[in-house]
């Protein structure tokens, strides 16, 4: 693993520059970058690489994981928003 390097710039492209409200077991108009969610609750998350995974997710808090959809099997969270 990369030891963290505070003096690296972030490229432009790594940083979200848009909101998507996102309906459990409706893929997003995109890949999303992360997502917050206003109610806390598990979220079953599929990554760009088509793999499924439950989280269990609080509120407010922002989650950093690229994904294509969320499923409605398994989401208990409420008030997602994909950000891309």
Known sequence: MT??????????????TGMEEITAGTAP??????????????ISVTDL?????????????????AFNEIASSGTTATGIVGFY
Do not use: C, E, H
């Open 49 to 65: 690489d088509s793999n499924t995974i439950t989280l269990t997710v609080l509120a407010s808090v922002q989650y950093w994981i």
């Open 29 to 42: 108009t995109r890949p999303m970058k992360g997502f917050i969610v206003s109610g806390a609750g598990d």
């Open 3 to 16: 030891a963290f390097d505070p003096t690296q710039n972030v490229g432009l492209s790594d940083i979200p």
